[in-house]
């Protein structure tokens, strides 16, 4: 089966910093991801689409100059968490689709952020 | 727009006893569906999905659901409950078979006792 991998899978930083967080398709060309949220006990939530070779689709509410994401390539996106804050602590998720259209998102093990 | 709406944040189950995790969905078209399931802080591993065709759609680790569309409901179902189903699920809708975002209910722990 497809694999998704997500890096880091914890990360702890100080507030006021930027954090990477990395999201590849292993076996498979992903041409859409997308970015989900967690907030403990709670369901994940639509951050953002991220297509490659263009400019990612962010949901209402959510501000594209904190959360940047990019999908160079065809097997890589990132979202990079700028001027993190406590607030943005969360369990962060992303998922992949191949670009053949298939019938089924791809999730990866998720990345927790921890902002002190 | 979509929704999904799972009743009962958490369900208890005695080994071995029925397990059913209720999921309700309101979509104004033809709905895909599924169900997930996240053990603590992992990702979301498909448990089973209805795009089209037969309602009951059967899924892994002995669990399956069907799809009623006069109920406009989708509720998880597993005759027995085993000890290492105690996770997290949850229950999701899609506009096509899965090349669109999913929206999420908010989620079902099950806990299983000895």
């Known amino acids: 089966g497809a694999v998704v991998s997500q890096h880091p899978s914890w990360v702890i930083c100080k507030s006021g910093t930027s954090v990477k967080i990395e999201c590849r398709s292993l076996?498979?060309?992903?041409?859409?991801m997308f970015w989900y949220r967690q907030f403990p006990k709670q369901s994940l939530m639509l951050m953002a689409t991220?297509?490659?070779?263009?400019?990612?689709?962010?949901e209402q509410g959510v501000e594209k100059d904190k959360f940047l994401i990019n999908h160079a390539s065809l097997t890589l996106s990132t979202l990079t968490v700028t001027s993190a804050h406590p607030e943005d602590s969360s369990f962060y998720i992303c998922?992949?689709?191949?670009?053949?259209?298939?019938?089924?998102?791809?999730f990866g093990p998720g990345t927790r952020l921890t902002v002190l | 727009a979509q929704s999904v709406t799972q009743l009962g944040s958490h369900v208890s189950v005695s080994e071995g006893a029925l397990v059913l995790l209720r999921c309700n969905y309101s979509?104004?078209?033809?709905?895909?569906l599924f169900w997930y399931v996240q053990y603590p802080n992992q990702g979301l591993q498909l448990l089973l999905k209805?795009?089209?065709?037969?309602?009951l759609v059967k899924g892994i680790n002995g669990f399956e659901a069907e799809f009623k569309k006069s109920e406009t409901s989708f509720h998880l179902t597993k005759p027995s409950a085993h000890m290492s189903d105690a996770a997290e699920y949850f229950c999701?809708?899609?506009?096509?078979?899965?090349?669109?975002?999913?929206?999420f209910g908010k989620g079902t722990r099950l806990s299983v006792i000895a």
């Open positions: 998922s992949a689709i191949t670009g053949t259209g298939g019938n089924e998102q791809f």
């Open positions: 076996d498979f060309q992903a041409t859409t």
């Open positions: 991220s297509n490659e070779g263009s400019k990612a689709t962010y």
């Open positions: 979509s104004s078209v033809p709905p895909y």
């Open positions: 209805y795009t089209t065709g037969a309602t």
């Open positions: 999701a809708v899609s506009r096509n078979s899965g090349n669109t975002p999913l929206v």
